[in-house]
């Protein structure tokens, strides 16, 4: 089987620029990885395709041996439609989470950090992590406070009439419970 | 009654998106959509018994090639006993967990509330998992899983309130970082051996050299693990699952996982039978074992401690497939069926708890011996169940699987039984920990007792909602799934023998030669053999 080296090349670059992204606490950053990601899984799909040829069944005459091995084009454009869905929900979720705590990042677990506060009573300090403090590490977006920022961030909590509309399905905290 | 059966197969994946089309369209009425969803789950889980019925007597699994390709080429279907029983087994607890659903639902009068959303993306999550079950070829198993992870997606963030946005994150993430990985080990297969169908992989690997097939398998098997929670990489779990609706994270933890287990169970029985890492797993499985269950004791709210057994007991599970005999692998599926059904019924009565009492907080709840003394029944029979204390279906689980592992003898084998008693030594204690402080305390407890529990946490954590009555179909619905465990040790026998024979049979894998013919068996001999590969 022939491969194109460029083709492992970008891919290579493609995973790890997805897996960088990733890693990121700002779910935009995130959903950018994943879509490097989802793109380079699709580039080794065409990889493992092997060398490009005719198109298997355009007039039923080709030699088995010059045809394109339709299979992994089959794959992955299955591939492809669902990396499309789960982008499109991770938008909806990530204007959510925006909408509901001006924050489009990953947050700490609330018993983990209940946890956490137990056992830094106790002496040991090996893994306290209050000690490093980053002066960005409060910050929701890549661009408060700073003065060339490209954006202004506003919260929902910057909209007076902005009300949480989404629907709830608890019917005890109807339409509040964001706050 | 073998003629039928091949055109029942794919049914059990297009009812499931039938109904959840008909369930969308039918948005505003709230009856519509529970009749369509309680018929169709109803009929998959007739299908299914008939399936398995067919498949158990007849001794002969059924290939089903979807869009008439000839067999390797196109998408093939194929039930065999391990598939046919795990579909009965969660089209159950799939209807249980609605049918309690459907009363919580009722009893808050949630008319224009999301709940329109529920039912179809709680049918698709089924139509998933029934595809993953079914699944003859690895894209087919991945796109399964893809069907049943973006329901999920939509199920943990339900309402998409503050605390379920901020877990379903994590949740979100860590799946689609698995599914990449997924889908890089097929196109990695794909590149390998020139095929997508399991059993053709299974026949081709032995042409690899058996350090590709080491890399092939790892890759495979880290994709599947996350999914599974299995131990370093299980972390995401008890994080996402406690903040979803009660019916939601029942149907999770007894399914979802378990998904990942078949999974694993097939990548070690028909793709990589011959490629070794057996060792690797059980120390993993010890490791699962131990740390799931020392989180569980760690934790004060019942939810969590659940999730942390849950993880716990993904370790058995491991722990008898590396083992690696036929009684071992029986004692597997037996016990992975034991721990779908208790797992989800445990979650049921947490739900009933948390409405009953407001809060899932061990400190805070209390006096539910006097209060609800039914609900102290239904949680009491799963978690006794769950500890594995006999006579109950998780003893007969364990027994099995220790006895396995006994009889293979080694030192580590030893070890890992030794890791599984005090595992399920400490599930009992953790459960009945909360068992004492939420049933048996007393409402006008003394400061003695509260500064006894202390150590727990100083205040007692999670919010406390209202209080609420308890529809009798949820209450109904939680019995219906004890009256199931219960009934897995009292069929215990007849179960177990299948159990056996899968187990004998997943580790002689089917050749090619025996899927076609079984294929032409499931068709009537009509196949379409013009196209020879």
Redo the contacts between chains.
């Keep these: 089987m022939q491969v194109s080296l460029v083709l492992i090349l970008i891919m290579a670059v493609l995973f790890a620029c997805g897996v960088y992204a990733m890693l990121e606490r700002s779910l935009t950053r995130v959903l950018i990885g994943f879509l490097l990601l989802g793109n380079a899984a699709n580039l080794l799909l065409l990889i493992v395709m092997g060398r490009p040829g005719l198109a298997p069944f355009f007039d039923g005459e080709t030699p088995s041996d010059e045809m394109t091995d339709p299979l992994p084009q089959a794959l992955t454009l299955t591939a492809i439609v669902i990396t499309f869905a789960v982008s499109a929900f991770l938008l909806a979720l990530i204007y959510r989470s925006w909408q509901l705590g001006e924050a489009d990042t990953v947050e700490d677990d609330e018993a983990d950090i209940a946890v956490r506060e137990r056992s830094i009573d106790t002496t040991d300090t090996m893994d306290d992590e209050t000690e490093i403090e980053d002066t960005d590490d409060d910050a929701t977006t890549d661009f408060v406070d700073v003065d060339t920022s490209p954006i202004t961030v506003l919260g929902s909590r910057d909209f007076a009439g902005l009300r949480d509309d989404a629907p709830v399905d608890r019917p005890g905290n109807r339409g509040g419970d964001g706050s | 009654m073998i003629e039928f059966a091949p055109a029942l197969v794919p049914l059990l994946v297009t009812l499931p998106l039938l109904g959840a089309a008909i369930a969308l369209i039918a948005g505003r009425h709230r009856r519509t959509q529970v009749v369509v969803s309680v018929v169709t789950l109803t009929v998959v889980c007739v299908i299914a018994a008939i399936l398995l019925y067919v498949v158990d007597s007849g001794d002969q699994a059924i290939a089903v090639s979807v869009g008439g390709w000839p067999i390797p ?1 196109g998408i093939v279907l194929y039930v065999d006993r391990l598939s046919a029983l795990l579909v009965v087994v969660s089209s159950i607890v799939l209807l249980a967990v609605l049918l309690f659903s459907v009363g919580q639902g009722a009893a ?3 008319d ?4 329109s959303i ?1 039912h179809p993306s709680y049918l698709i999550l089924g139509a998933g998992i029934f595809n993953a079950f079914i699944a003859g070829d690895l ?1 087919n198993l991945y ?1 399964g899983f ?1 069907i049943l992870l ?1 329901a999920s ?2 199920l943990i ?7 379920r ?6 949740y ?2 860590v799946s ?2 698995s ?2 990985l997924f ?2 080990a ?3 297969i ?2 390998a051996l020139g095929t ?1 169908n399991m059993v053709q992989i299974s026949e081709r690997m032995a042409e690899l050299p058996q350090e590709t097939q080491l890399v092939l398998h790892l890759l495979l098997l880290l994709a599947f693990a996350i999914k599974a929670a299995v131990f370093p990489l299980s972390f995401w779990l008890p ?1 996402s699952y406690p903040t979803a ?1 009660a019916p939601v994270t029942a149907v999770f933890a007894g399914l979802l996982t378990k998904v990942g287990v078949y999974a694993i169970i097939r990548t070690e029985t028909q793709l990589f039978l011959d490629n070794d890492v057996n060792q690797l797993l059980l120390w993993v499985a010890l490791a699962t074992m131990i740390v799931g269950v020392l989180g569980a004791v ?2 004060a ?1 019942l939810k ?1 401690i659940l999730s942390f057994t849950l993880v716990s007991h993904v370790g058995y599970m491991i722990f008898g497939l590396a083992i690696a005999t036929p009684a071992a692998i029986g004692a597997t599926i037996y016990y992975m069926v034991h721990h779908i059904v208790v797992q989800t019924t445990l979650f049921l009565a947490v739900g009933l708890v948390e409405r009953r009492a407001g809060s899932t907080s061990i400190l805070r709840v209390k006096g539910l011996m006097k209060a609800a003394p039914v609900i102290a029944v239904l949680y009491f029979i799963p978690a006794v169940n769950l500890g594995g204390l006999p006579p109950f279906s998780g003893f007969i689980g364990k027994f099995a699987l220790f006895d396995a592992a006994a009889e293979v003898g080694t030192p580590l084998m030893m070890t890992l039984i030794v890791g599984g008693i005090v595992t399920s030594l400490l599930t009992l204690y953790a459960l009945m920990r909360a068992w004492n402080l939420s049933f048996w305390r007393e409402e006008d407890d003394s400061a003695e007792t509260e500064a006894r529990i202390s150590y727990l ?1 100083a205040s007692p ?1 999670g919010v406390e ?2 209080r609420r009555v308890i529809p009798r179909i949820m209450t109904a619905s939680t019995m219906g799934m004890v009256g199931v465990t219960v009934a897995l040790t009292i069929f215990a026998g007849p179960l177990y023998d299948v159990c056996t024979r899968i187990g004998a049979a997943l580790l002689e894998p089917v050749t090619l030669v025996q899927l076609e013919q079984q294929h032409e068996l499931s068709t009537g001999g009509d196949g379409d053999k013009e196209v020879a590969p």
């Design positions: 080429f808050d009068g949630d224009e509330t999301p709940v529920f894209f796109v893809e973006v997606y939509v963030t339900l309402g998409s309130t503050e605390s946005i901020r877990t379903g994150v994590v979100i993430v689609l970082v599914s990449i889908l890089a097929i196109a990695m794909y590149g997508v994080d609706p760690a934790q709210e969590r946490g954590a909602t209202e």
